[in-house]
């Protein structure tokens, strides 16, 4: 009986290594989120323009785990997926409306922000991924990034929601619960994950939907994790802004276990820390996805999501921190390097869904 009971022991033990080796693993399962969970960040953005139906369709198809979108909200108050504050960037605002051009979100109604351009932009900044197909797209709403993520019955992505500056968009949290209970989206663990940078509106998120998984995000500077130094990046003297927020560091331990303490009372099951990336731009920022700072998070049993990461040398890196999913503009790519490649190309998915 002895000898039968330690070989079932033997038996578990590469089991239980496993176990310690991915603690994520274990948290995932029990929110019903996938790990690790590859995250379509504004959907495929690299591949399309970001937030519109070309890059949640690719990333649909390419088999990402969760769509993510940044929400606000119309002058009427309809639901929308827009990641900065203004439209410049990503539209013609400044063409179409000239005299609101740096106005928020709120200024428009749907109709006008609707009628703006949210794809040629694109085509003119990278012309080497630029399509047809992608001029004249769309902002999307929050209901019809939902239609796409249900447009395919073989492929379900979940969304994966973030409040952006919520503080413009009072009572958002509330109209967010509404649309997704209207649509029978929070009957299914795990199907939709809420984030926010600002842990007042996730700890609103929590009152009005406290079954859903919620994610702290969390980066170096105001309103989040205090810095080793205060020397501002005007004060350094620096250029590359990238360089610079790969030198910051938190204050110290324990100021980063201070905001995974936040992050527990305000009801998140996990965090979504940022990355410094190998080759630098724009999306790199401060490496809180320290080993040190990913144990310290599972040993208060919260996940890890990082944000946001497209090259395989950084999906190395990350995961071999212990991460427990990733934000990428490049589904396809992490998707293969977690070996669950998709079938057709990028290219060949845009072109036969009508892009
Ligand atoms: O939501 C995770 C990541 O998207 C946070 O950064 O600025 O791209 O929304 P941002
Ligand atoms: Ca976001």
Redesign the pocket.
Known sequence: MQAIARLCCLMLLPLAGLAEAEPGRELAARQGIAYPAV?A??GASFDAPESTAAAYVLARELGADYL?L?LQRSKEGVLVAV?DNDLQRTSDVAERFPERKDSPVNAFTLAELKSLDAGSWFNQAYPERARPGFKGLQILTLDEVMDIAEGDAQKRPGL?I?T?VPSLFPGIEADLNARLQARGWLEQPGRVVL?S?DRNSLALLHKHMPQVPKVL?L?IGKGSIEPASTQSFAQSGETDKAAFYARQQPRSRAEFERWLDYAKAAGAIGT?P?AALSAGGA?SYADLVQPWMNQLSHDKGLLV?V??VDEDVDFAKVMAAGVDGI?TNRSGRLLQYFSRPAVLSEAQILEAQGF
């Open positions: 995250i960040h504004r993510e940044d990641h994966y973030e952006k984030q940078f995000l980066w979504g940022s999306q999501h944000y946001t934000f």
